[in-house]
């Protein structure tokens, strides 16, 4: 419309026509801009939210760890019976990380396979956490092994979130992480 010749008959007979259909066309490209740039930047704001989450996450899990070898492998190793302690303080799954399955952030920028790989872990720490809290089984052995797994599988989850934050962050692609989590997998299935 632009090239529309300008001492077109058409033109001037209709000027004000063709004022409003090129305001109205103007109007229509600057609205869809707008829409896609609003669009990038709030996937870019979403992703870096969901960095601070699993952050959040990663320092719940290492606080989980911490708990795990000071209050009931450390006293276990100094004789007491895990039984009593886990009766006072039962075990308990790392804060935010069980509801990272249901949080839309995760559901929407998570990859697959990291999130495959986030639920056999999350399946497994509330097994081992059902398991230790069960004050019917009172072997103090049984429950160290219990912990020991629970330590790994705690291990686990953190390197599932570090990935997920390196391939939102840009510094890895879907298949070098992939590629990472299948080799996390197998050491972490031939130590078992």
């Keep these: 419309m632009l090239n529309f010749r300008k001492e077109s008959q058409w033109r001037k007979n209709n000027g004000e026509t063709f004022g409003f259909l090129l305001s109205l066309i103007s109007t229509f490209i600057g609205l869809f801009i707008a829409l896609s740039v609003n669009t990038f930047l709030d996937n870019i704001n979403q992703k870096n939210n969901l960095i601070k989450l699993l952050n959040t996450t990663n320092l719940a899990i290492e606080n989980c760890q911490m708990k795990t070898k000071g209050m009931y492998l450390n006293t276990a190793s100094s004789g007491v019976n895990l039984t009593e302690i886990l009766k006072k303080t039962p075990v308990e799954l790392p804060k935010l990380y069980p509801q990272l399955e249901t ?34 089984q009172d ?35 879907e298949a070098q992480e992939t590629a990472s989590l299948k080799k996390i997998v197998d050491q972490f299935t031939t130590s078992k």
């Design 139 to 173: 072997n103090n052995g049984t429950k160290i092994e219990v912990l020991n797994s629970y330590l790994k599988y705690l291990e686990f989850a953190k390197s599932i979130n570090n990935l997920e934050i390196e391939r939102l962050d840009g510094k890895i692609d």
């Design 103 to 136: 949080n839309n952030m995760v559901n929407d920028y998570f990859s697959p396979n990291a999130f495959q790989a986030y639920i056999v872990c999350i399946d497994n720490m509330g097994t081992f956490v059902k398991n230790l809290n069960n004050a019917d």
